[in-house]
C-alpha cells in the first residue's frame, strides 16, 4: 500500500510549510533507524557525469533539504545524488510566511522562500557526518541584504565552507526570490563571477571537484546562447536547467487567477515542464556536448525523465513532483527507464 497517498488528503488540509515541517520531523526520525533499507539500483541505471559515478540519473533537486538533515532518507529513497541548499554564507530567516502555496489539482507550487538557511557553518558541521555511497551538492548563494557587486564575495564565503564536504556545487543565480539574483546571470556579470569562484576553487585545492551554474527557465533564447558561451569559455563543469519560473503564462485560466492572487513567487512543477524542456533544448543545442547538463523543472515520470535524457541532459533532478507523489515517486521512475545504451 502507498501509505503517503492513503495519507496526503490529510497532509493536503496542512500549511504547507507546516507539513513540510512535519515530514523533515519525521524524517530526522527515520534516518536515526540502525536499519535503512538499502537502495538496489540495476547497474544499468548508472552514469558518469563531470568526472563523477552516480547510481541513478535521477537526484533531489536543490530546496527541499536546504539544511543537509536527512541524507539517510534521500538515498534510502534511492536518490542518485541530492542538492543540498541554497545555502547562504550567513545564517537567514528568508521571507515572511505565508511563503509557500501548493495547487494539487495542477501539480503546481508557487515559493517565494527567499533562501531561508542556517547559514554555511552549521550546514557544513552537518556534512561532516554525511552518509557515503550518494553524491551530494551544495548549492550556494548570497545572503539577502549583501548588494549585487559584492555577491561574489558571498558565493565566496560559503564555497569556502561548503565545497570540502560535499562531492559538487552549484551557483544558484537563478532564484527570483532574492532580489538582484537573477541579474548574475547576465555575460558581463557571469564572467568575474564564474572566474573569480574558479580562482578559489584552485585557491582550496580543489581543481578536480565539479562546479555548476544553475539557470532560470525565463531567459531569452539569445541570452541562453550568451551564457552557454560564458560558461563553456569559463571552464565550469556543468550547467542546471531550469530553477522556478516566474511566468505566470505557464498557468491556464482560472487556474492562473488564484496564482496571481497568491503574489509573487517561482512556478515549479507540471505547469513548468514545457517551459523548461524548450529552454534545456536550447541550451543543449548551444552547448554542442562541451559540458554536461543536469535537466530540472516539471519532471514528475519515467517517461518525462526518460525525455530529458533521451534529449541529451547527463543527468536528471525532481522535487514538486516528489511532493505531490511521494517517495514512491523514485522507484517508479527507476523502474520505467530503459537501461543506458551501451
Ligand atoms: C519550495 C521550493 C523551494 C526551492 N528552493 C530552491 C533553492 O533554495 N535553491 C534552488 O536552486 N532551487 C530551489 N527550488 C527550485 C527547484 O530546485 C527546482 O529547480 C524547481 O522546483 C523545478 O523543479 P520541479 O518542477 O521538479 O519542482 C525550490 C523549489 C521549491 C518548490
Redesign the pocket.
Known amino acids: 500500500m502507498d501509505l503517503y497517498a492513503a495519507l496526503r488528503p490529510l497532509i493536503f488540509r496542512l500549511d ?1 510549510e507546516t507539513a ?1 515541517n512535519l515530514a523533515f520531523w519525521l524524517g530526522e526520525r527515520v534516518c536515526s533507524w540502525p536499519r535503512l533499507p538499502k537502495p538496489k539500483h540495476r547497474a544499468s541505471l548508472r552514469r558518469g557525469a563531470f568526472g563523477l559515478d552516480f547510481p541513478t540519473p535521477l537526484g533531489l ?4 533539504d ?1 539544511g543537509a538533515t536527512l541524507l539517510p532518507l534521500w538515498k534510502s529513497l534511492g536518490f542518485g545524488h541530492v ?1 543540498i ?2 545555502v547562504t554564507p550567513r545564517p537567514q530567516p528568508g521571507n515572511p510566511k505565508p511563503r ?1 502555496f501548493r495547487f494539487p489539482e495542477a501539480g503546481l ?3 517565494r ?1 527567499g ?3 542556517e547559514g554555511a557553518e552549521v550546514v557544513a558541521g552537518r556534512l561532516k557526518h554525511r552518509p557515503t555511497g550518494l553524491v551530494v551538492g551544495g ?1 550556494l ?1 548570497k545572503n539577502k541584504e549583501t548588494p549585487e557587486a559584492q555577491a561574489l564575495d558571498d558565493y565566496r564565503a560559503a564555497y569556502r565552507l561548503i565545497a570540502p564536504v560535499v562531492d559538487y556545487t ?1 551557483l ?1 543565480v ?2 527570483p ?1 532574492t532580489p538582484g539574483l537573477r541579474n548574475l546571470q547576465a555575460p558581463e556579470a557571469l564572467k568575474p563571477l564564474l572566474a573569480g569562484m574558479l580562482d578559489l576553487r584552485k585557491e582550496l585545492g580543489l581543481e578536480r571537484q565539479p562546479l555548476l551554474l ?1 539557470l532560470a ?1 525565463d531567459l531569452a533564447p539569445e541570452d541562453l546562447d550568451a551564457i552557454v558561451e560564458v560558461a563553456v569559455t569559463s571552464g565550469i563543469s556543468g550547467l ?1 536547467a ?4 516566474l511566468d505566470r503564462g505557464v498557468v491556464a485560466e482560472p487556474l492562473r487567477a488564484r496564482v496571481e492572487a497568491r503574489g509573487a513567487g ?5 505547469p ?2 514545457a517551459k ?1 524542456r524548450e529552454v534545456r533544448r536550447r541550451i543543449l543545442a548551444a552547448l554542442r556536448g562541451r559540458l554536461p547538463l543536469v535537466a ?5 515520470s519515467a517517461e518525462d525523465v526518460q525525455g530529458a535524457l533521451d534529449d541529451g541532459a547527463a543527468l536528471t ?7 505531490f507523489e511521494g517517495p514512491r515517486l523514485v522507484s517508479r521512475i527507476h523502474q520505467g527507464l530503459r537501461p543506458q545504451d551501451l
Not at 530540472?296 to 514528475?300: N, R
Request: with cysteine; hydrophobic share 35%; glycine share 16%.
Open positions: 504547507p513540510h533537486a536543490a530546496g527541499l536546504k542538492e541548499g541554497t509557500l507550487i508557487l515559493n522562500m533562501f531561508n538557511s548549492n548563494g552549484a544558484n537563478s532564484s526570490n544553475k527557465p542546471i531550469t530553477n522556478t519560473t517561482g512556478l515549479s512543477g507540471v513548468l515542464k523548461a530540472c523543472g516539471g519532471l514528475g533532478q525532481v522535487y514538486s513532483a516528489l511532493i
